[in-house]
């Protein structure tokens, strides 16, 4: 089994969808479930024994910085986007010197789950899963119908082996992007451009039968405004 012992945590994103909340805060340092979202990341992260974390700034990084330098695990390592925003799959291009993995983990800090009770985390069963002969890129994804928070129509359709298809051109697809992948290095080192989203990289897997999933089992939530926020932190409390 591939040990996966680092995480490239998202934390760059400038969330002005949920403005003015994010005003003088970045989106994964607002408060969510009793601690803060990027908090939620990291300590999901050392539940699947990752002991390297690098995160990616943008926005306030200095807050984020500060936040995270209260840790004492897993050691972390900042990837400095202060001076461009690079997009998702940029970022994680921009921070690979960092990551110096062949295979690690990425988790978005804006978005929140619970793992089910009784049970392997989301990332256990994801490193469980992870077969890298067949695989490229693993993701986490999470039924549209219990998505709570989630203002959309669903990202994909899954096969009985596992194989994910975008939903293309229907109205829908049954199941959410839920922020977690377990990914390889070299189809970010070896993408030509430097700003682009990670998902240009899913779409070239997808079309060789190399984008995989695992389905979450327990709870998961995303805010994208400012009344999503309130209604998610509600129902948590």
Known sequence: MTVIDTAMVLAAGLGTRLRPLTNNMPKPLLPMGGKTMLDHALDHAMLADVKRAVINVHYLPGKIMGHVSQRKQPMIMISDETSALLETGGGIKNALNYIDRDVFFTLNSDVMWRDRAGGPSALQRMQDAWNPQIMDTLLLITPLETATGFVGVGDYFIGTDGALTWRGNEKTAPYVFAGAT???????????????????IWDQQESKGRLYAVVHTG??????????????TAALA
């Open 182 to 200: 377990i990914t390889k290095a070299k189809g970010f080192a070896d993408y030509p451009e430097r700003r682009f989203s990670q998902k240009r």
């Open 219 to 232: 709870e998961w939530y995303h805010c994208s405004t400012p009344a999503d926020y309130a209604a998610v």
